[in-house]
């Protein structure tokens, strides 16, 4: 995985996508619920890798293990975040989308755990994502919501590691770093066609 790349994240367990929307919580903090959606096609379920919030990350560059990042919502442009609210249906760690513009706070950092011997994320290989301020891990049990969202399960943080909290990178947009600027100019189009493509790449590992 690298950064800039955007993404779908799948529950290894439930096959439910990591997924927002401009609805709600009724309880907790109120802020923009994330739920496990099983609709592969929804649009609402694309994110996007960023670093850290002091520490951001080139374009392109390979995500390593234990690196702290931020995931940005596409749709809404807020972050995936946590705190020390009660998920509303197992009272496990809320998780909620946060922030305007991608600029939220401390809440937002997750720290890519792998799960192989492996020095990068990648995309073959499932992760963990734990939460930078308070230890926990994204986690789906199953838990399912009525209306408005009926159907769609909680996310939560949970405090330890098992088959629930692991993720996998399904379909999305992986960017590839170039080793050249891109061109700024329209005068060779054939050479920015050639240098986005040295950007914009399907990449079989990261």
Not at 101 to 112: A, H, L
Not at 189 to 199: D, G, H, M, P, V
Request: aromatic share 8%; net charge neutral; hydrophobic share 25%.
């Amino acid at each position: 995985m690298t950064c800039g790349s955007t993404f779908k994240l799948v529950n290894q367990q439930s096959g439910d996508r990591l997924h927002s929307h401009d609805v709600k919580y009724g309880s907790g903090s109120g802020q923009q619920s994330v739920t496990g959606t099983p609709n592969a096609d929804d649009v609402n379920s694309y994110w996007q890798a960023r670093g850290d919030i002091k520490n951001d990350c080139e374009r392109g560059a390979p995500i390593k293990c234990d690196t702290i990042i931020r995931i940005y919502h596409v749709t809404t442009r807020r972050n995936l975040h946590s705190h020390n609210y009660a998920s509303p249906l197992s009272n496990n760690q809320e998780v909620s989308a946060y922030g305007e513009d991608g600029v939220g706070d401390e809440g937002d950092r997750w720290k890519v755990v792998c799960t192989t011997k492996n020095d990068y994320w990648l995309r073959k290989d499932p992760i963990r994502l734990q939460h930078a301020a308070t230890g926990k891990y994204l986690h789906l049990n199953g838990d399912t919501y009525g209306r408005p969202i009926h159907g769609q399960k909680e996310i939560s943080c949970y405090s330890y590691a098992n088959s629930q909290n692991l993720w996998k990178v399904d379909s999305g947009v992986y960017i590839r770093q170039s080793s050249e600027p891109l061109s700024s100019t329209r005068d060779d189009n054939s050479n920015t066609r050639s240098q986005s493509a040295k950007a914009d790449h399907f990449d079989d590992e990261l």
